[in-house]
């Protein structure tokens, strides 16, 4: 009998490459992927931060100090990291920014700054990962998009353009990947308590008040329940799933 078959949800065996995992959510995948018996690498531009955090997740982890807008280095990124531990069979695209503001003082240069690291970034990443995976047959590869990519949310229209483009372009890079081993999904993750999120309601407790009035679960979420979701995608679980958004945000995005 197989392991898979043992416990499909097992990532045994395999190699993750997380974009802005030195804290938050991208923090949380990398614990659910290591818990689940996965080597770890991930990636950002603050190297204090990934040291602490490989730091606290132990031996199966690993960083690298990478920005996702320099295209021309994803490549040997992924080439490096394949070189010291063998083939990457997970990617998750989940480095970001944000600018807030209201859309009539966004200027193009902000907007494009956006779409850089949320959507041509992750892109860059996608495609250097995928023609490796698919000469294996194998991979899968995770956007984390948002609430924004569901519904409007005012003042982040950047943001909101990026995050909605993540869904057309897993649907797109499913048709395209997964008949070649390579499957694409996204999680949609809803308010999540992070360092970020924790400062922002504790200075508008209003905002609080109105996202916890329209969660069915009426509380926020934590990164280990984005970490568990990919986690679940990466595995053999999830062998038959691609091209999807699951949403993991206590039934915000169908709340009333």
Not at 145 to 168: E, N, R
Request: hydrophobic share 40%.
């Amino acid at each position: 009998m197989s392991k898979e078959s043992i416990n499909p949800f097992s990532l045994e065996g395999q190699l993750g490459l997380i974009t802005g995992g030195g804290t938050g959510i991208g923090l949380g995948i990398a614990q659910a992927y290591v818990a689940q018996g996965a080597r770890v690498v991930i990636t950002g531009r603050r190297e204090e931060l990934l040291a602490q955090a490989v730091a606290q997740l132990g031996p199966m982890a690993d960083y690298r100090v990478h920005d996702v807008t320099q295209y021309d280095t994803t490549e040997a990124l992924i080439e490096s990291i394949e070189a010291q531990y063998g083939p990457l069979t997970s990617l998750v695209n989940n480095a970001g920014n944000q600018i807030r503001r209201e859309a009539e003082d966004f200027t193009e240069e902000e907007m494009q700054q956006v779409l850089d690291v949320h959507l041509v970034g992750a892109f860059s990443m996608s495609r250097h990962a995928a023609r490796r995976m698919m000469v294996r047959g194998n991979g899968n590869i995770l956007y984390i998009a948002s609430m924004a990519s569901l519904f409007g949310i005012p003042y982040v229209s950047a943001y909101a353009a990026a995050k909605t483009a993540h869904l057309g372009l897993v649907r797109t890079l499913a048709t395209e990947w997964s008949g070649r081993g390579v499957r694409i999904n996204a999680i949609a993750p809803g308010w999540i308590v992070t360092e970020m999120s924790r400062t922002a309601f504790e200075n508008n407790p209003e905002r609080k008040a109105k996202v916890l009035g329209r969660t069915p679960m009426q509380q926020l979420g934590g990164p280990e329940d984005i970490g568990w979701t990919a986690a679940f995608l990466a595995s053999s679980a999830a062998k038959f799933i691609t091209g999807t958004c699951i949403p993991v945000d206590g039934g915000a995005s169908i709340g009333f």
